[in-house]
Every structure is written in structure tokens, then in C-alpha cells.
């Protein structure tokens, strides 16, 4: 499951850069037209309220992908937490208190607003 999250993510990171590419490729456009002098006053009101907030947008939407991938990937490195309730040095030393400690109840402090706690 975690696998398959990681691959989606993976190509919406691929997505979003792409398209941040694009819009990096059509500022440097816009910046060598004001080179230029070709310049106008819809170009740059473009630049201003599309252009760089779309990009100042994928790049913060490409760092959350990224941390959201590393996550999944250390949950993936993470091995599962065992617990052996009579202890591993019962098990091997003594059989009946490792027994008689695997029988007994654990408790879990559950809320007392429910309807079942604890």
C-alpha cells in the first residue's frame, strides 16, 4: 500500500515539474523580451499575477510532495514493532512464568467519555 503511494506521488512530483519548467521556461521568455525592449504593460501585469505566483505555487506544492514521500519511505524502512508479552527471557529460561505472563490481561486506558472505556 505504502509502495503505491509512493509511485503516485512520485509522478505528481514528475507533473509539477514539468510544469514548473514551463513556467520558468516562459519567465526567462518574458525576460528577454524586456531585454529587448519589447516590453509591455500586459506582460508584465502577466508576469506579475500569473507567472510568479504559479511558480512560487509548484515549487511549495513540489517540496510537500517530496516530505510526504520521504515519510512513506521511512514507514517502508520502519520494521513493524513484535510484542511478547511473558518476555524473551522467560521464553527461553523458564516456560511456565512465560506462560502464566502471556495469560495475563492488558489493560488500555481507553476515554471516559465513551460508551465502553476502560
Do not use: H, W
Request: hydrophobic letters at 30%.
Amino acid at each position: 500500500m505504502i509502495k503505491t503511494r509512493i509511485k503516485k506521488i512520485n509522478k505528481k512530483i514528475k507533473k509539477n515539474e514539468n510544469q514548473l519548467k514551463k513556467a520558468l521556461m516562459e519567465k526567462e521568455k518574458m525576460i528577454n523580451r524586456s531585454k529587448k525592449k519589447k516590453y509591455t504593460e500586459e506582460d508584465y501585469l502577466y508576469e506579475v499575477q500569473v507567472l510568479d505566483p504559479n511558480i512560487k505555487r509548484l515549487k511549495s506544492i513540489i517540496r510537500n510532495l517530496k516530505f510526504r514521500r520521504n515519510r512513506n519511505e521511512f514507514k517502508l524502512k520502519r520494521k513493524m514493532p513484535s510484542v511478547c508479552f511473558g518476555g524473551k527471557k522467560n521464553l527461553r529460561s523458564d516456560l511456565e512464568t512465560f506462560r502464566f505472563k502471556r495469560s495475563r490481561r492488558m489493560l488500555i486506558p481507553g476515554r471516559r467519555q465513551g460508551k465502553y472505556s476502560n
